[in-house]
């Protein structure tokens, strides 16, 4: 109800109409009710009488009523929907996002189209202009939807979708998975940050040049080689480290920016100082059933060096 975009606006106004239309329509049909009550006397009718006043009610009640309601609120609706649409001839900013079972991959597409920009979990996004955004999802139907942009967009596996949206100035909003995607479907947040346009650019740019080689002792970069880069991309990470022997079909979030990040587990925990060798320790009670395994063989101070490696890991 507190919306910071032309979209959700609109949608605001749709909702506010569709609640007075329909608060008229329920408050005549309770008075013919009521009315229906009080009349005393049955008036005389013949047959051809009652059947002439029967039909005036299923025809004005049952059809011109729903039809005038119904076009009245299309001829408002249509232009919220339209508003949302990606029409082609406009060069908005383009961001994918695709949906994993639990947690949200964010691309920003370079020059090429190629994503070069990888995130996980927080939205970064120009403010003060139509973004599109291009969605789906890596394995069941998630939706995506930030409610003081507007939205939402169902993310259908197999299938690109756009929806375009646009915050009034920068700002952090919330967003959540709007279609039930199974047992951590409720720990499915994503945090949304408006920037200006500078900052905005200078947030990629930041990201863009850190591809060189991690610092980090030999010991924690190979024991993250070893355990976690098969799931896990770092940009720039030393190639001689990782062990790849085993096939995953689970992939997970980009680690690149891990440290400025503000949440660990898609909105389970604040980001802060220890809270990653925490959450390796204890991610399946945290959030039972992700999809990550228990780390429960490797041993409590090798987590916590890779913890603290990885908190450095900021733009
Ligand atoms: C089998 C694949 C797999 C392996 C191996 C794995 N992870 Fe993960 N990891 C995941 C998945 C999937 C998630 C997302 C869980 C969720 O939030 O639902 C995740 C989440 C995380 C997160 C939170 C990311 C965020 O954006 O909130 C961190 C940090 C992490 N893993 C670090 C590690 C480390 C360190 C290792 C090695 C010790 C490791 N992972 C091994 C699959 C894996
Ligand atoms: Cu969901």
């Known amino acids: 109800m507190d919306a910071v975009g032309p979209a959700a606006r609109d949608q605001f106004w749709v909702w506010w109409a569709m609640l007075a239309v329909s608060l008229v329509v329920a408050a005549v049909v309770f008075a013919l009710w009521l009315f229906t009550f009080r009349r005393r006397e049955q008036p ?7 059947r002439r006043i029967m039909l005036r009610w299923v025809l004005g009640g049952g059809v011109a009523l729903p039809v005038v309601c119904i076009v009245a609120l299309m001829v ?57 955004f291009r969605l789906t999802s890596a394995d069941v139907i998630h939706a995506f939807w930030i409610p003081r942009l507007g939205g939402k ?32 479907h409720t720990h499915m947040l994503l945090q949304v940050e408006a920037l200006e346009r500078d900052d905005y650019e200078a947030w990629l740019y930041a990201r863009r040049a850190s591809v060189s080689p991690r610092e980090g002792d030999d010991e924690t970069l190979a024991a993250f080689g070893e355990h976690c880069a098969a799931c896990h991309r770092v940009e720039g990470f030393p190639q001689e480290f990782v062990v790849d022997d085993v096939d995953h079909d689970i992939q997970g ?21 220890g809270a990653i060798a925490y959450w390796l320790q204890h991610h399946q009670t945290l959030k039972p059933g992700n999809r990550m395994p228990p780390h429960n063989h490797i041993d409590t101070e090798t987590l916590q060096d890779i913890g603290t490696w990885l908190e450095m890991l900021a733009p």
Do not use: K
């Open 253 to 273: 979030p980009d680690l690149s920016d891990i440290g400025s990040r503000p949440t660990l587990g898609a909105g389970v925990l604040p980001m802060e100082e």
């Open 153 to 184: 967009r169902d993310m259908v596996p197999g299938r690109h979708t756009t929806i375009r949206l646009e915050a009034d100035a920068p700002g952090v909003f919330g967003a959540q998975c709007g279609e039930y995607c199974g047992a951590q």
């Open 76 to 132: 408002f609706a249509a232009p919220t929907g339209r508003g949302m649409l990606p029409l082609p001839d406009d060069d908005a900013e383009r961001i994918d996002v695709i949906g994993h079972q639990w947690w949200w991959e964010v691309r920003y597409p370079g020059e090429d189209g190629e994503a070069d920009v990888i995130t996980a979990n927080r939205l970064v996004l120009p403010a003060g202009e139509p973004v599109d």
């Open 44 to 50: 005389q009718r013949t047959p051809r009488e009652e």
